[in-house]
């Protein structure tokens, strides 16, 4: 979520335990582009009109403004004339702290205004991964689980805080094809090395370090929370504490839930994040050594105020905030998304959808992460979301070489 990582991570298994169900448990989306992964894909676009977005005239686009205006918060930060992505059609944030005006003066709540807004300032994109459109969207979740904040029998399994050894590097400010990679480890004897592994700090490598921020009673729960990159732990008082994406050790992420369609465990078909949850606690031994195999380890900050944070460092809105691959997408543009709903397949989940978040699991120019909020419906979207879509740039009419007519 790095978003709920900021995540860099993502509900993949419980989604309650999120930013990524099937997301980060199942192998991802993979491609090459530019200045990306040779591996990525490659981003095309294609310039549309508002009409032929499917589903564009039932939606409700003044519920969406909120969201928006939450990107231009940051919009507003930067410099007038710095390009927001690596293409010209996504303009320079001068572009979009203009539209950013505009979409002030819209009263909360009108539809007919913002719909005018909408159509009046942007342009929309489809978006290809070469010349294929359709791509996978999944789902994510603010997970709860139940903490202490000192340790006993019963909570005993810590959520961490991150070490002081731990070294991030940026490797695309060293090169440009490494743009969107990043290293992790720590210095020994004057060398980088890997930092250590889930296995290593499950077994103490950073005991008495004082990093434990709190302490929870399930396992697996913790196991989901790393991989939705932020959630809320609930006291024996009742309030609760929300936690937040800190870092990771660098390792790299492994989708258990490839694990274990590996070992016939499961068919790819079956597995969703309920089915890897309730596999894991009837078999606690074997699921040990399956979650081990993700060596990838999260850290954690505790959060104030609203939230959960995305990438921006701004909170998400659920249904939306969507988790990309910032290789391709610049963060905090809206999209127009169009994927199966995930508790009916047989109908489309249309709306207007913000860039508010990545995932680790989340690669490729056609790939994002829906972010669906807390709780027990929030949960059950984000568990059983493996939808096939297709979304689509709405990018400033200053920045567009040559307009089209709608």
């Not at 009108?110 to 005018?116: F, I, L, P, R, T």
Request: include cysteine; glycine fraction near 12%; proline fraction near 7%.
């Amino acid at each position: 979520m790095t978003g709920l990582l900021g995540r860099a991570l993502r509900w993949a298994l419980v989604p309650g335990l999120v930013f990524l169900a099937a997301c980060e448990l199942l192998p991802p989306v993979a491609g090459p582009a530019k200045q990306a992964p040779a591996e990525a894909g490659r981003l095309n676009l294609t310039q549309i009109r508002f009409q032929d977005l499917p589903g564009w005239a039932g939606e409700d686009h003044a519920e969406a403004l909120p969201s928006f205006l939450r990107s231009c918060a940051v919009f507003d930060k930067m410099g007038a004339k710095t390009p927001l992505g690596d293409i010209d059609r996504f303009g320079v944030y001068g572009d979009w702290q203009e539209v950013c005006k505009d979409a002030r003066l819209i009263r909360p709540g009108n539809k007919v205004e913002a719909k005018y807004f909408w159509e009046s300032r942007f342009i929309p994109y489809s978006a290809h991964n070469g010349s294929e459109p359709n791509g996978l969207f999944t789902g994510y979740f603010e997970p709860e689980l139940e903490g202490r904040w000192a340790a006993d029998a019963k909570y005993r399994y810590p959520i961490m805080s991150r070490p002081g050894d731990l070294i991030a590097v940026d490797l695309g400010k060293h090169r440009d094809e490494w743009k969107g990679e990043h290293l992790a480890g720590r210095i020994v004897d004057n060398n980088l090395l890997p930092y250590f592994s889930r296995g290593d700090i499950e077994r103490g490598a950073l005991a008495g370090r004082g990093l434990e921020i709190l302490w929870v009673s399930d396992q697996i729960g913790l196991f989901f929370l790393h991989v939705q990159g932020s959630g809320r732990v609930r006291l024996q008082d009742g309030s609760t504490v929300r936690v937040g994406y800190a870092g990771r050790n660098g390792r790299r992420y492994t989708a258990i839930g490839r694990e274990l369609v590996a070992r016939g465990v499961m068919k790819l078909e079956d597995v969703t994040a309920p089915a890897i949850a309730d596999w894991l606690r009837a078999n606690p031994v074997q699921g040990q050594v399956v979650m081990e195999k993700n060596q990838s380890y999260v850290f954690f900050r505790v959060v104030e105020g609203d939230g959960p944070l995305g990438a921006l460092g701004i909170p998400l809105t659920p249904g939306r905030s969507l988790a990309v691959d910032r290789a391709f997408v610049p963060l905090g543009i809206p999209i127009w998304l169009v994927a199966a709903d995930p508790l009916d397949k047989k109908k489309d989940y249309r709306h207007i959808m913000m860039a508010h978040d990545t995932g680790s699991a989340i690669k490729g120019p056609v790939r994002g992460d829906v972010f669906w909020g807390h709780g027990e419906e929030a949960g059950r979207r984000a568990g059983v979301m493996k939808s096939t879509g297709r979304y689509y740039f709405l990018l400033p009419r200053t920045a567009a070489p040559a307009p089209i007519p709608n």
